[in-house]
T-cell receptor, first 112, second 114 residues
């Protein structure tokens, strides 16, 4: 068990709605990265937070946003949901920016 | 462009047989390379990683991988596959300065025949 927990495990939303996904990092890890994994694909990097500041972003529009809190928990927010946002969203934490990633089990988001 | 290619989408091997999963990468700087495994409905578990040094790296669950710079490859191997190894395997590459921003391959699904 990696110690990275995500909630909820499953979520169903309709197009145009907003969603917040949550992640609790492994104890002591100050870096969190979020990934989107579409069905049959490898994970794609959304963004990373280090000490509560965004520290890099992948090719995702601004309606994907995040927060990291002092206790190293974090959120991924997606506004104006689109059908193509349906995917498994993975949170991963690391001790610092040069260590290996430890992944949570993900949140499966379905947009109808 | 930076990318990772896993040429085999699906591989089937018999239990006890050897396994090799291929991974080729395209990366401008010195790559940090990883192999992850994902069971259905689960997150990714790190099998092994290569940062520098010995090009043959050992991981968990009896897996190993060899970094070949001249071939831009980082193939994963296991001498004897167990039924519990059936899963999705992902190769990934990242920068030395930030291994949280990984580029993943499309994955290889491993099926194990009894």
């Amino acid at each position: 068990e990696t110690g990275v927990t995500q909630s909820p495990t499953h979520l169903i939303k309709t197009r145009g709605q907003q969603v917040t996904l949550r992640c609790s990092s492994q104890s002591g890890h100050n870096t969190v990265s979020w990934y989107q994994q579409a069905l049959g694909q490898g994970p794609q990097f959304i963004f990373q937070y280090y000490r509560e500041e965004e520290n890099g972003r992948g090719n995702f529009p601004p309606r994907f946003s995040g927060l990291q809190f002092p206790n190293y928990s974090s959120e991924l927010n997606v506004n104006a949901l689109e059908l193509d946002d349906s995917a498994l969203y993975l949170c991963a934490s690391s001790l610092d920016s040069t260590g290996g990633l430890f992944f949570g089990s993900g949140t499966q988001l379905s947009v109808l | 462009a930076q990318s990772v290619t896993q040429p085999d989408i699906h591989i089937t091997v018999s239990e006890g047989a050897s396994l090799e999963l291929r991974c080729n990468y395209s990366y401008g700087a010195t790559p940090y390379l990883f192999w992850y495994v994902q069971s259905p409905g689960q997150g990714l578990q790190l099998l092994l990683k290569y940062f520098s040094g010995d090009t043959l790296v050992q991981g968990i669950k009896g897996f190993e991988a060899e970094f070949k710079r001249s071939q831009s490859s980082f193939n994963l191997r296991k001498p004897s596959v167990h039924w519990s190894d059936a899963a999705e395997y992902f190769c990934a590459v990242g920068a030395s300065s930030n291994t949280g921003k990984l580029i993943f391959g499309q994955g290889t699904t491993l099926q194990v025949k009894p």
